[in-house]
C-alpha cells in the first residue's frame, strides 16, 4: 500500500511516497529518469517524483496524476481503494486565491454603526512616507449592519432585530452570495446573537457561514473580523478543492497540512488554517531532518519556483498570532515563516537604469525562457548562463509535449541581448555572464535580507545557526547565501529538493484551541486558567478523535502517544505587544520567562508595569509514524577520492572555472568535495562555491561547510 506525502507548490508539485509493493518498484526502475527510488529497511521503498503543477494540456490536477503516474495507471482509470493507505498534502490554492483576490462572494454582517471598522482597520501607516496610500482590496462585497449590542460585561442592550436581518440576508442571498461572515461586537464572549444570526443564514440556504466566535474567539472587533471574512471567503473554494481530490480517491484517507505545521483530516480543513499550507510542511520537513543530524539551531530556506520562506528555529517551532498575507489580516496561530517574491522562476529586468528581480513570476507555463514555453528571462536561466545548471542533468519534461530537456540556446541568445541592452542605455560594458551574475547577486541579497528580518532583527546571532537549504532552487545559491549572511554550515538532506513534500510524512496532527482572557496575571487566575485550559483542551480532543471509518483506523492506530502543549500570550498593561510563554503553576517563573524574552526582542523591560494574561491556548498534538531513514556504509577504500562524471565551465566569482560535476548518488560517507565543484541529483543541484568544503555523512546528508 501506498502512504503519499505531497506539496502543490506555484511551479512544481512535489510527491513522496513510501511503498512495500515490489511490482510497483519493478515498474518504476525502467524510468530511473524520473523517478528517484530510496530503499529503505524492512522492505520499504521511497519513490520521489516531481512534475508541473499547471499541465491543463496533460492532466488536471498534479497530485491525482501523480499517483496515477507511480501505480502505473492511464488517465481514465480509476484509482483502485485498496492501493493507497493515507494522501498527506499541502496545497497553495487558497494562498493563491487570496493573491489574485479569487476568492468566493462574500457578504459581511457586523454591528450597527461599524460598517467600516474592517475597512479603517488599525490606521497603520507601514511606509510612513508614502503619500500615496492603496488600501488594500476589501474580501467581503457587501455589508449588513446589524441592530444589536452587548456591552463589554455581557449585559443585552439591544435584542437582533429578527425580521430585518431576514430580509437583508435574503437579498443578499438573490445576488448569488453564499459565503457570509458574522462579526458583532463583543461576540468573542457573548456569542448568542451571532448565534441567532448564523440561524437565519443557515434557514435562507448560506452554504458557508462563518462565525466570529467559533473562528477566533478573541477580543478585538477587527483582527477578530478579519479573520472570520478570510475563512469566509477561502473556505468554499478549499472545500471545491478537497472534494475534487476525494473524489478521485474514494475511501482513502486524505490529510492537509495546517498554517501552524499540523495535520488535519480534509472535512476539518479550513480557510483560515489554509494560508501557509505548502511552506509549513517545509518548516517541518526542515526541522524534523535537522534534528535527526544533530543540529538545534536553525535557519530554514526554501527556494522554490516561485517565492522564498524562510524561517528561525530554536528547540520549538515559532509562531506569530498576527499576520498580514497579501493585504489580509489575520489572527490565527500561524508558523512565523518569512515569504519573499524571488525563486528560480522570478522574472529579470533592467529598467533603463537598474538591475530589478521579480516579484512577478515566470510560474511553470510559460516558465522560464529555458522551459521552451516562450517565457522570459528569470533567475534560473542566469544559473544556466553562468553554468551553474546543466540541461544534461534537469528532467526532460520541457516542450509542448513534455519530453525536451532545458534550451541553453535562447538563454544564452536572450542574455547577449540584455548586455547589448544595457550598454546601449548606460554605456557599462559587461559580458553576458556577468549581467547574469549581477541578477543572482540580487535574488541572494533580497533573500539574505529575508534571513536578516527573522534572526538578526529579532535578536538571534546568524553565526550560530546551520542554515537549511532546500527547495528545488535552494542548492543553487546556498554558499552565497550563506557567505552574505556569515553563516559557516549548510545542511542539505538528500530530499531537499522536496523536503515540503518530505515534511507532510514527518508531521504529527495537532489541533489548536485558544481563548481570550484578558485579566492580570496573579496567583489567585491561576486555578480559573487551569479550568479554561482544561475545557480547550476537551475541544482540541475532540477534534483528533473524530470518527474515521473502519478502514482508516490502521494508521492512526500506528501511535497513540499524546502531547500536550500549554501556553498563555501575555504583555504589559496599555501594551499591544503579546509574547507567547509556557503555562506554569508558578507566576514568578512566566514573569521571569517574559522579561527574558522582552528583554531579547526589545532590549528593556518595565517592571513597574502589571503582566496582563491575553489570552490562552492548548495544543493538542497526536504523534504520527513517520517514515525510517537508513545508514549508508562507506564501501570504497579511504584514500580513494570521489569520482566526478565529468568537467564543465562555471562562471563565479567573476570568472569562468573547470568544474567537476558528481552525481550524489555514487558519494559515499567521508567523502570530502572541495569547491568549485558541482554536486546533481534527480530532484535539484547543488552548486559548491569555492572556500567551501562538501563532505557525506553515514545518514546521506550533504553538510557544506565553509573553509577558513
Known amino acids: 500500500m501506498l502512504k503519499v506525502f505531497a506539496d502543490r507548490g506555484g511551479t512544481f508539485t512535489d510527491i513522496v511516497a513510501v511503498t512495500d509493493n515490489q511490482a510497483i518498484i519493478n515498474k518504476l526502475s525502467q524510468h530511473q529518469e524520473r523517478f528517484l527510488i530510496v530503499p529503505l529497511p524492512n522492505q520499504q521503498w521511497i519513490i520521489v517524483y516531481k512534475l508541473l503543477s499547471e499541465n491543463p494540456e496533460q492532466y488536471q490536477d498534479a497530485v491525482i496524476q501523480g499517483i496515477r503516474d507511480i501505480i502505473g495507471l492511464s488517465r481514465n482509470q480509476p484509482i483502485p481503494q485498496e492501493a493507497i493507505e493515507v494522501v498527506k498534502m499541502g496545497t497553495t490554492v487558497a494562498t493563491n ?367 550560530q545557526y546551520v542554515l537549511c537549504c532546500f527547495g528545488g532552487a535552494g542548492g543553487q545559491v546556498a554558499c552565497l547565501i550563506a557567505d552574505t549572511l556569515g553563516m559557516k554550515k549548510i545542511f542539505l538532506h538528500p530530499y531537499a529538493g522536496v523536503l515540503s513534500a518530505y515534511g507532510m510524512g514527518l508531521a504529527d496532527v495537532r489541533a489548536i484551541r485558544e481563548s481570550g482572557v484578558e485579566r492580570p496575571l496573579t496567583q489567585e487566575l491561576i486555578p480559573q486558567l487551569q479550568q479554561l485550559m482544561q475545557v480547550l483542551e476537551t475541544q482540541a480532543r475532540s477534534e483528533l478523535d473524530s470518527p474515521l471509518t473502519k478502514g482508516e483506523q490502521r494508521e492512526v492506530k500506528a501511535s497513540n502517544e499524546q502531547e500536550i502543549v500549554r501556553k498563555v500570550n501575555l504583555k504589559y498593561e496599555g501594551t499591544n505587544s503579546i509574547l507567547t510563554i509556557d503555562f506554569a503553576l508558578d507566576v514568578a517563573m512566566m514573569q521571569q520567562e517574559f522579561e527574558v524574552e522582552h528583554k531579547s526582542r526589545y532590549g528593556f523591560i518595565q517592571i513597574e508595569k502589571t503582566l496582563i494574561v491575553e489570552s490562552a491556548s492548548v495544543e493538542v498534538i497526536q504523534k504520527m509514524d513517520t517514515p525510517e531513514e537508513p545508514l549508508i556504509t562507506r564501501t570504497h577504500p579511504l584514500n580513494q577520492p570521489a569520482n566526478s562524471v565529468e568537467t564543465v565551465q562555471m562562471f563565479t566569482a567573476d570568472q569562468w572555472h573547470n568544474t567537476p560535476v558528481y552525481r550524489r548518488e555514487d558519494l559515499q560517507p567521508e567523502d570530502n568535495i572541495n569547491g568549485p565543484a558541482i554536486i546533481v541529483e534527480k530532484i535539484s543541484t547543488i552548486v559548491v562555491e569555492p572556500e567551501w568544503q562538501a563532505s557525506l555523512t553515514e545518514r546521506n546528508h550533504l553538510v557544506l561547510q565553509r573553509l577558513d
Open 97 to 463: 486565491a487570496l493573491l489574485e483576490r479569487h476568492g468566493d462572494r462574500v457578504v459581511l454582517l457586523i454591528t450597527k454603526g461599524f460598517k467600516d471598522a474592517l475597512r479603517i482597520g488599525y490606521q497603520n501607516r507601514p511606509q510612513i512616507f508614502a503619500r500615496h496610500i492603496i488600501l488594500p482590496t476589501m474580501l467581503y462585497e457587501q455589508v449588513i449592519e446589524v441592530d444589536e449590542r452587548y456591552d463589554a460585561q455581557g449585559n443585552e442592550l439591544t435584542p437582533v432585530n429578527i425580521a430585518q436581518v431576514k430580509k437583508d440576508l435574503q437579498t443578499a442571498y438573490n445576488t448569488g452570495i453564499r459565503s457570509c461572515a458574522i462579526v458583532f461586537m463583543h461576540g468573542d464572549r457573548y456569542p448568542r446573537h451571532e448565534q441567532q444570526v448564523a440561524q437565519l443564514a443557515q434557514e435562507i440556504g448560506f452554504t458557508q457561514i462563518s462565525i466570529s466566535h467559533q473562528v477566533s474567539p478573541l477580543m478585538k472587533l477587527v483582527s477578530r473580523g478579519d479573520t472570520t471574512v478570510v475563512d469566509a471567503y477561502l473556505t468554499p473554494i478549499l472545500r471545491r478543492y478537497v472534494n475534487q481530490v476525494a473524489s478521485q480517491l474514494p475511501g482513502v484517507r486524505l490529510m492537509f497540512m495546517k498554517s501552524d505545521g499540523g495535520l488535519t483530516d480534509a472535512q476539518q480543513f479550513q480557510g483560515k488554517d489554509s494560508i501557509l499550507s505548502g511552506p509549513a510542511g517545509g518548516i517541518v520537513g526542515a526541522v524534523q531532518t535537522s534534528k535527526r543530524a544533530g543540529f538545534d539551531l536553525v535557519i530554514t530556506f526554501d527556494m522554490g519556483g516561485t517565492s522564498t520562506d524562510v524561517a528561525h528555529f530554536k528547540g520549538e517551532y515559532e509562531r506569530q498570532l498576527e499576520s498580514e498575507i497579501a493585504g489580509a489580516r489575520m489572527r490565527v496561530p500561524v508558523l512565523a515563516i518569512n515569504t519573499i517574491a524571488a525563486g528560480g522562476g522570478s522574472i529579470l529586468f533592467f529598467d533603463g537604469s537598474s538591475y530589478r528581480v521579480g516579484p512577478e513570476s515566470a510560474g511553470s507555463n510559460p516558465g522560464p525562457a529555458c522551459y521552451r514555453r516562450g517565457g522570459p528571462l528569470a533567475v534560473t536561466d542566469a544559473n544556466v548562463m553562468l553554468g551553474k545548471i546543466h540541461p544534461q542533468y534537469f528532467p526532460s519534461v520541457f516542450g509542448t509535449d513534455g519530453n525536451l530537456p532545458l534550451d541553453k540556446n535562447i538563454v544564452v541568445e536572450k542574455f547577449t541581448q540584455l548586455a547589448q541592452d544595457i550598454q546601449n542605455a548606460t554605456g557599462n560594458t559587461r559580458t553576458p555572464e556577468q549581467v547574469a551574475a549581477g541578477f543572482i547577486a540580487i535574488a541572494v541579497e533580497n533573500m539574505a535580507n529575508a534571513i536578516k528580518k527573522i534572526s538578526l532583527q529579532r535578536g538571534y546571532d546568524v553565526t
